[in-house]
């Protein structure tokens, strides 16, 4: 296909199409915070940013929504399911976010039976992804096997080349996205790919400086929780869930009620494998009652359940979990235990 | 797009009392036509909804062949069961499912069938032996192993009367501590199965209860000689959406809700995991 370019003066062209069209998601500042969020008309994404603060699936698994409403009538209950799915355009979303959507897609998905909450939103959904002009600290996508220059699930690419982006269009979607306004797009000359090129090349020798090693996942993880240094790592964790919030694939949730006249809602919202209360059962009996098996459990569903059962990793290398109040780095802590060969 | 989230209304016909907290719940489908859809097989669950106060899975006690009825018997534990146990006939609920695996009742026809219940673990037992006394020609024996805390805990006491009377199917009952009025037998259920010297040949045992029990049951079942295969177990596990998406009952590479409840013992053992 001809690649194609967008000048970067053209983009509110773009984005003002796209948003007659669909609902348009991307990175802003709301409140010192980046985050994903509908643009209002008139609205400028930031797209100087380095990723953001919170996790791209909040699009489409937001942190708390309705699933379904009742109502006390004379005729008896009535109960109703929500749909607030519409057609949606995710606009310059990282490459590791990008991908981490392919975690969801088949946890969600997979299985035998769909979460029609999930696949309403994301069949409607056409994903937008901006290259990194320069790694964000912490990140290793390319040791979780992120594709930094042209992601799986994207529908378009797009690769800063100062006064433009080279634009890549990957799907029938993607090529929608890009008709929608195609005065505003020209052929991209050689010299516009060759930039786009030597982006890509630099951004991944930049990457490749904060590269950890990730092989053999399942052995790895099943290593580390035998080293020395795990115990001094799940004796410091507080449970507090942080690193689950913040992470683009971790999907746990609680579902609970809410009453009011004559009627309520029934929302879910995030939960966390780190929580306390998550596996305690009514008569007190805790499958995970201690730090040591709940982390165990983040671990291994990261690097040997999720691969098992989804094909794909469950970390994407975004680096938000360093966040974690007292410093736990698992993945660094992974990278470091020597993994034996299998005998 | 069938929503797994969306529960049916269901009504109250009758409430009984089973013994201390806990009581048996008949439901009906508001709209009757969701029976046929929803047919509930022995050892699934479903995911009862008490509106304003959330959802709780519970294990069907109602037998294949019944139909009509969905047959809940619950503990009073906590929030929701203790609203549960204050409504009346004639209220209403919500019921998603049913979900889960359900007994593998067709792969232990011609064999001899061992149930094992205990405590709060019985309604799924009571599904796969009614069900399976419904085609009693088709197994070589059906037996039930059943362990109650005290007399007064015995859940499903007048239908254990009838099938004893029936001869359908041997019925073991024990308690773990009794009282003037029990004649029968005395101690926990692993004691029961010793002592009624339960048999491995061409046999299979289902068993449903608390964690506690099945960690003795187990060791107690390869004692006497049954093969991990012939071990087949009900596991628990908190749940909350029952359709393997919010992670709760993760268990290695799958979900209790949905690739479960129903694990047998050498399948769990080559996913590492020790009860
Ligand atoms: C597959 C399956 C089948 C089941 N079948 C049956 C059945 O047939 N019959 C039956 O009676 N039960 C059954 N159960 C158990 C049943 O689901 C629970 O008893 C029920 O969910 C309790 O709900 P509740 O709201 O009354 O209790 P909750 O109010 O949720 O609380 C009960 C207990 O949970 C713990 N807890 C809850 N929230 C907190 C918190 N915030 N902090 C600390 N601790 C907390 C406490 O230990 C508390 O005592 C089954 C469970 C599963 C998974
Ligand atoms: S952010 Fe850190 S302290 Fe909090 S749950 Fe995660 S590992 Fe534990
Ligand atoms: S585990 Fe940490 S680094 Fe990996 S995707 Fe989740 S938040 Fe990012
Ligand atoms: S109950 Fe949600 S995954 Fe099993």
Same mark, same amino acid.
């Given at each position: 296909m001809d690649r194609l370019k967008i000048l970067k003066s053209r983009l509110p062209d773009w984005l003002g199409k796209l948003r007659a069209q669909a609902a348009v998601y991307a990175p802003v500042e709301r409140a010192g915070v980046t985050c994903f969020a509908r643009l209002a008309p008139g609205d400028e994404p930031q797209? /100087? @940013?380095? &990723?953001? /603060? +919170?996790?791209? *699936?909040e699009v489409l698994f937001p942190q708390t929504e309705c699933l379904i409403t009742w109502q006390r009538t004379p005729e008896g209950l009535q109960v109703q399911e929500v749909d607030t799915s519409e057609p949606t355009v995710i606009f310059g979303a990282r490459p590791c976010d990008v991908t981490g959507l392919r975690f969801l897609d088949r946890a969600f998905r997979l299985g035998g039976i769909e979460d029609p909450y999930w696949v309403r939103r994301r069949d409607k959904t056409t994903v937008i992804s901006l290259v990194c002009p320069h790694p964000v600290p912490g990140c290793f996508g390319p040791s979780a096997g992120v594709n930094e220059t042209s992601p799986e699930g994207a529908d378009v690419v797009l690769t800063d080349i100062g006064s433009a982006y080279v634009v890549e269009v990957k799907s029938e979607q993607g090529q929608a996205a890009v008709d929608l306004a195609s005065d505003a797009f020209t052929s991209a000359a050689e010299e516009d790919l060759i930039a786009a090129r030597e982006a890509g090349e630099t951004l991944l020798a930049e990457l490749a400086e904060q590269a950890i090693d990730l092989e053999e996942p399942e052995a790895r993880a099943k290593a580390f929780l035998q080293s020395p240094a795990w115990e001094q790592v799940w004796n410091r964790c507080l449970s507090c869930g942080i690193c689950a919030f913040l992470c683009p694939t971790c999907h746990c949730f609680d579902i609970c009620d809410q009453s009011c006249r004559g009627g309520g809602e029934r929302i879910r919202c995030y939960d966390t494998?780190?929580? *306390?209360? @998550? +596996? *305690?059962? !009514?008569?007190?009996? &805790? !499958?995970?009652?201690?730090a040591k098996e709940r982390l165990t459990q983040r671990v291994m569903h990261k690097f040997s359940y999720g691969p098992e059962r989804l094909g794909v990793l469950g970390c994407v290398g975004c680096g938000r979990c360093r966040r974690c109040p007292v410093d736990i780095d698992l993945q660094l802590e992974l990278s470091r235990v020597e993994v034996k060969e299998p005998v | 797009m069938k929503n797994p989230y969306l529960p049916h209304v269901a009504v109250i016909q009758d409430i009984r009392d089973e013994g201390p907290g806990l009581k048996s719940f008949d439901l009906a489908f508001r709209d009757g036509s969701v029976w046929e859809e929803f047919r509930p097989q022995p050892g699934q669950f479903v995911e009862l909804s008490v509106f304003g106060e959330g959802e709780a899975p519970f294990g069907v006690a109602t037998g294949a062949h019944e139909t009509g009825l969905l047959r809940l018997s619950i503990q009073q534990v906590g929030r929701l069961t203790k609203m549960l146990h204050s409504m009346a006939p004639g209220d209403e609920v919500g019921v998603r499912g049913p979900f889960g695996n359900g007994w593998p009742l067709e792969a232990a026809k011609g064999k001899n069938l061992i149930l094992i219940g205990g405590g709060i673990g019985m309604p799924p037992v009571r599904s796969a032996l009614v069900s399976a006394m419904a085609e009693k020609d088709q197994y070589e024996s059906i037996s039930l192993f059943y362990g109650a805390r005290s007399p007064e805990h015995i859940t499903y006491a007048d239908e254990i009367e009838q099938w004893i009377a029936s001869d359908d199917a041997k019925i073991n009952v024990t308690v773990d501590v009794g009282d003037d009025t029990w004649p029968g037998h005395v101690g926990v259920i692993t004691t029961l199965l010793e002592d009624e010297h339960a048999s491995p040949a061409n046999a299979v045992t289902m068993t449903c209860g608390p964690p506690i029990m099945i960690h003795f049951v187990i060791p107690t079942l390869t004692k006497l000689g049954f093969s991990d295969d012939q071990i087949i177990v009900s596991l628990e596990a908190r749940m909350k959406c029952g359709i393997g998406k919010c992670g709760r009952c993760n268990l290695g590479a799958e979900y209790i809700c949905l690739d479960g409840p129903v694990f047998s013992y050498d399948h769990l053992q080559t996913m590492g995991i020790r009860l």
């Open positions: 797209l /100087d @940013y380095g &990723n953001t /603060d +919170t996790p791209l *699936k494998c780190s929580s *306390k209360i @998550y +596996t *305690k059962q !009514a008569g007190g009996h &805790n !499958a995970r009652p201690t | -």
